[in-house]
């Protein structure tokens, strides 16, 4: 299986983006995922997840912020991304499982996401 992440880049303070993931060698329709993401000098930190009824879940530090969401058909989940602070910068990770913070079953190779003034 795989996961592919794209979308990342450098934004200033205040903007949004949107991070996507495309899944393949799996179910993806079946598959819950989620959201990680890792600072600089920092552990990897989970932030979101979703089922396949759409349900989802996020860290408390992020909520309000952030979305996920999915679109089966096109074997993507998504992570919107609002009012960005410098804080937020790191790499961000898809992951298959580990959708209320446990182990994944696999991550993607990432996406860097920087916001600077």
């Known amino acids: 299986e795989q996961l592919v992440e794209s979308g990342g880049g450098l934004v200033q303070p205040g903007e949004t983006l949107r991070l996507s993931c495309t899944g393949t060698?799996?179910?993806?329709?079946?598959?819950?995922m989620s959201w990680a993401r890792q600072s600089p000098g920092k552990p990897l930190e989970w932030l979101a997840g979703?089922?396949?009824?759409?349900?989802?879940y996020y860290r408390d530090s992020i909520r309000g912020r952030f979305a996920i969401s999915r679109d089966n058909a096109k074997g993507a989940v998504y992570l919107h991304l609002s009012d960005l602070r410098p804080d937020d910068t790191a790499i961000y990770y898809c992951?298959?499982?580990?959708?209320?913070?446990?182990?994944?079953?696999?991550r993607g190779p990432g996406t860097q996401v920087t916001v600077s003034s």
């Open positions: 060698g799996f179910t993806f329709e079946t598959s819950a």
């Open positions: 979703i089922y396949r009824d759409d349900s989802a």
């Open positions: 992951q298959r499982g580990g959708t209320t913070g446990g182990h994944p079953s696999s």
